[in-house]
């Protein structure tokens, strides 16, 4: 279906890692150790995102992981920028 949604000014950390080059992984996971010496939990990544509602340890874990994102952009957009790349 098409819900005529349109996302605009998206920046995938994935892409990022690897068009930057240099890190040993591109998982969101080894970005935030590299960048501030911090060890996420996965274990809900592969979790049943789609049970209602979202037992609290799940709300945690996502909020934890969206958490270091804007921080990322702002390194990793301005490396980017450095090397002509963004």
Known sequence: ADFHIFVVNLFDTYLAANALGGYDGDGLKHLVGKHFGIALQKEYQRSDWRIRPLPAPMLEYAATDAHYLP???V?????LSQQNRL
């Open 71 to 73: 921080h990322l952009y």
């Open 75 to 79: 390194r990793m957009a301005s490396a």
